[in-house]
T-cell receptor, first 107, second 113 residues
Framework: QKEVEQDPGPLSVPEGAIVSLNCTYSNSAFQYFMWYRQYSRKGPELLMYTYSSGNKEDGRFTAQVDKSSKYISLFIRDSQPSDSATYLCAVSRQLTFGSGTQLTVLP | EPEVTQTPSHQVTQMGQEVILRCVPISNHLYFYWYRQILGQKVEFLVSFYNNEISEKSEIFDDQFSVERPDGSNFTLKIRSTKLEDSAMYFC???????????FGEGSRLTVL
């Protein structure tokens, strides 16, 4: 089983939609969970950082961690065309990345 | 806003040549990392570095790779004898704490011919 599995996408939504991005992980010892956004040919940019379980909100972005089911989610409200990018989940200190979900928000 | 900077942005080299990729981490950060992303694939951890020594390394980081912090600001990744499969984007990252958020540079694209 892969350490981190991410819904492959690609995902295409209309502007203003709520987007849900998800990952599962295998190692229950993981404590650090992050979401990165990566534009084409650019470095990953940290969006959300969560330690242990629970929710974290930052503007239009909400990260959820459910350690009981080893499931992490990122919600984007009122999605904008500028949100079009690849979204990477990452776990643990040294970061094991998911394969990324390519999101396109259509104007 | 402080950022991680990487040079060169793109390097083309012949197979078997040595390559050095350079990074300037954020100034108050103490933990440094290299990651690799082959085109179309996931970002993969290579190595972490703290207190002038390697903390952890992945299976990818074999004897052809080395890292160094030659002065107070630069952090380098050297590939001793490049192979075709080393062609990838190489990302440097740094963090303030061992468990802190990692901040990535823009990447160095390496093309091995």
């Amino acid at each position: 089983q892969k350490e981190v599995e991410q819904d492959p996408g690609p995902l295409s939504v209309p502007e203003g939609a709520i987007v849900s991005l998800n990952c599962t992980y295998s190692n229950s010892a993981f404590q650090y969970f992050m979401w990165y956004r990566q534009y084409s040919r650019k470095g990953p940019e940290l969006l959300m950082y969560t330690y242990s379980s629970g929710n974290k909100e930052d503007g239009r972005f909400t990260a959820q961690v459910d350690k009981s089911s080893k499931y992490i989610s990122l919600f984007i409200r009122d999605s904008q065309p500028s949100d079009s990018a690849t979204y990477l989940c990452a776990v643990s200190r040294q970061l094991t990345f998911g394969s990324g979900t390519q999101l396109t928000v259509l104007p | 806003e402080p950022e991680v900077t990487q040079t060169p942005s793109h390097q083309v080299t012949q197979m078997g040549q040595e390559v050095i990729l350079r990074c300037v981490p954020i100034s108050n950060h103490l933990y440094f990392y290299w990651y690799r992303q082959i085109l179309g694939q996931k970002v993969e951890f290579l190595v972490s570095f703290y207190n002038n020594e390697i903390s952890e390394k992945s299976e990818i980081f074999d004897d052809q790779f080395s890292v160094e912090r030659p002065d107070g600001s630069n952090f380098t990744l050297k590939i001793r004898s490049t192979k075709l499969e080393d062609s990838a984007m190489y990302f440097c990252a740094s963090s303030e704490r061992r468990t802190g958020e990692l901040f990535f540079g823009e990447g160095s694209r390496l093309t091995v011919l």
